[in-house]
């Protein structure tokens, strides 16, 4: 194999070894001006009692993905699109052809203070309208300012590798032996074994130089800025920010480790932020904060994921990545993710967050599409999935709902048009001219790329990303699952089939995609919420509940307990509506589109197995 793959193949692996917020009111009657927004969609999100919850209450799931590694390159400014058309596209596909209701949006500080001291407003400027583009196709939003290898002016227009983060004057400014990663294969191997890399993370988070003070100073400039310049509607739609990317010391004081560094240097960082947030206005806005790189990986780690915290409440988010460091290096596990493969690591993730005392995000998760390993995606990322909607695995399910959990979000890396397009030069080296794939220390993580005639396309399976998920709940989910039947090549992978136990269900879903969420209601006025992929087309889509039956459900309205609308945003991407009158009820609707005309026998008869299902495993 090339060289660039091999360091793709092993990036990982090596990397390692080396309270209660008062919840927004009642939306106003002008709340919900975006296309296709219904009475009680645009409210903000605040956190309570462990979840995302809007202004109606309900229990909220974020699915999305990154946009995009574009900001890590020079060739678009450290922007994420190189127009606010390209945004506009990009927000389009995202919600119609990948599912996804949430952004973590990528920022560089590179860019928005290129000269120390002065925030660059026409780097916010663009930053932000390419922002309201996704706001405007009803897309949440989190801004995150990013950072690899601290910074791209650390490495010369010879190197391997490339970094991105902090500006040319940080590094200037820090006198850094010239950078060498002796015989590292990877960029990721940086992190921790090259000089001029690890002397630049300490100098930051010690703030010598004043490197910390001048960072937080532009974030919250930032952040003045983007709540300045969108409307109060648009602004509902920003969730939180994340206020550093994958932080990690570069080296340890004498006498400190990994836990005593997230106490001592990491947390005081955070806090510190989340003033910043308070004086820029983002008070009931929650800090998505990351913990120690290394926390949570599966070769080696460090111990972390903010122990020392206390209970950080609800203005905080505990936010965190996972990356199968075993399945990328090619060595560490020969085959491909099977059934339950991730459960245990993303359950570590929710108990985590309810320790914390508030909920999680799973910022970044993914697995190269290029390379030696690259056949080992749609099982890895098929598993994510299924760690994200459950802590139980799929064999498990039926028989345990009642340890499934609660539904995490996630943003997978990435969503990025410009995949395989590039014209990044690389170190700024007009000899080292990158096009392919991610453009970005040869990595090839993109779920789209802009086919010949300028159009959005998938990298990997619909079915796969697709998904259906409770975006919405009003209550609290009690259990949830999806399987979405996705191919690995021209095998299907069903990790979930309908047990035997319940042969009318089973016969109605057949080889079909089918999902059961399982909540006990609220008391909240507006309806639980479940996307619909692109796969369920509405008029064959089968509902099953106990508040009532349906093939094709009808238009939503306030008086029909199963109905369909179109998702706020005006991509034609569609949301089954499910409403109760009730509170403190257990209710659950499994949905399929296996079936065509099903007859009302088979409706009646499958309703009544999960009836007796429900209360035999949930009540």
Same mark, same amino acid.
């Given at each position: ?11 990982? /692996? ?23 927004? %219904? ?124 970094? &991105? ?72 739609? /920003?969730?939180?920010? &994340? ?288 996307? %619909? ?87």
């Amino acid at each position: 194999m090339d060289m660039p793959n091999m360091r793709a193949r092993l990036l990982v /692996v090596l990397v390692v070894l080396c309270g209660f917020l008062t919840v927004a009111g009642t939306p106003s009657a002008s709340a919900a001006t975006i296309a296709d927004s %219904l009475s009680f969609d645009g409210t903000a999100l605040t956190v309570a009692n462990g979840r995302f919850v809007d202004g109606n209450g309900r229990e909220v799931v974020l699915r999305g993905y990154n946009v995009s590694g574009e900001t890590k390159l020079a060739e678009n400014k450290g922007l994420p699109f190189a127009s606010v058309a390209d945004a506009k596209k990009s927000a389009t596909a995202l919600r119609a052809l990948g599912g996804g209701n949430s952004v973590r949006f990528l920022l560089s500080w590179a860019y928005a203070e290129p000269v120390k001291g002065q925030v660059d407003t026409t780097y916010l400027a663009a930053a932000t309208a390419q922002m309201r583009a996704f706001l405007d196709a009803g897309i949440r939003v989190y801004p995150d300012f990013h950072q690899d290898l601290y910074s791209r002016w650390l490495f010369n227009s010879g190197s391997w590798y490339t970094g &991105d983060g902090a500006p040319a004057w940080a590094v200037a400014l820090g006198n850094y032996p010239a950078e060498s990663c002796g015989i590292c294969i990877m960029w990721g191997q940086n992190i921790t074994s090259n000089g001029a890399v690890k002397a630049g993370q300490y100098d930051f988070w010690h703030n010598n130089y004043g490197l910390q003070d001048y960072f937080l100073a532009t974030a919250q400039k930032t952040m003045t800025y983007i709540k300045a310049n969108l409307s109060a509607e648009e602004f509902a739609g /920003v969730v939180g920010f &994340d206020p550093y990317n994958e932080p990690y010391a570069g080296k340890y004081d004498s006498g400190q480790n990994s836990r005593t560094w997230e106490r001592d240097v990491l947390w005081p960082f955070y806090v510190k932020f989340r003033a910043r947030m308070d004086a820029a206005g983002w008070t009931d806005k929650p800090a998505m904060v990351e913990p120690n790189l290394f926390w949570n990986g599966n070769v080696s780690k460090e111990e972390g994921g903010l122990l020392d915290a206390g209970t950080i409440g609800s203005r905080y988010v505990f936010n965190t990545h996972f990356y199968d460091q075993k399945a990328i290096s090619g060595i560490l596990m020969w085959g491909n993710a099977s059934d339950g493969q991730y459960v245990g690591d993303f359950g570590t993730v929710r108990d985590r967050a309810a320790a914390l005392g508030t909920t999680s995000v799973v910022s970044e998760f993914g697995h190269p599409l290029n390379g030696s390993t690259a056949g080992k995606a749609p099982t890895v990322l098929k598993a994510m999935y299924q760690a994200l909607d459950s802590r139980v695995k799929g064999a498990n399910w039926w028989s345990t709902p009642a340890s499934s959990g609660p539904v995490l979000s996630g943003s997978q890396w990435q969503w990025d048009i410009y995949n395989g397009r590039h014209h990044e030069l690389m170190n700024d080296n007009p000899d080292k001219v990158m096009t392919s794939g991610d453009a970005w220390n040869d990595e090839d993580l993109s779920a789209v790329k802009l086919d010949d005639s300028g159009t959005a396309v998938l990298r990997q399976d619909g079915r796969l990303l697709d998904r259906l998920y409770p975006s919405a709940t009003s209550g609290s989910t009690v259990a949830f699952t999806y399987e979405d039947r996705s191919r690995d090549g021209s095998t299907t992978l069903t990790w979930n089939p309908v047990p035997s136990s319940l042969p009318n269900v089973a016969s109605l879903v057949g080889s079909g995609q089918y999902s059961l969420l399982v909540w006990r209601s609220g008391s909240g006025s507006a309806p639980t919420e479940l996307h %619909l992929p692109a796969s369920f087309p509405t008029a064959t889509t089968t509902v099953v509940s106990d508040l009532g039956t349906v093939y094709g459900p009808p238009a939503y309205t306030s008086s029909t307990p199963i109905g369909a609308a179109p998702e706020p945003g005006g991509t034609g991407s569609r949301r089954l509506l499910l409403t109760d009158a009730d509170s403190g009820v257990l209710h659950y609707a499994l949905v399929t589109n296996g079936s065509t005309s099903p007859s009302a026998s088979l409706l009646s008869a499958a309703r009544s197995e999960l009836a007796t299902w429900v209360s035999q495993k949930l009540s």
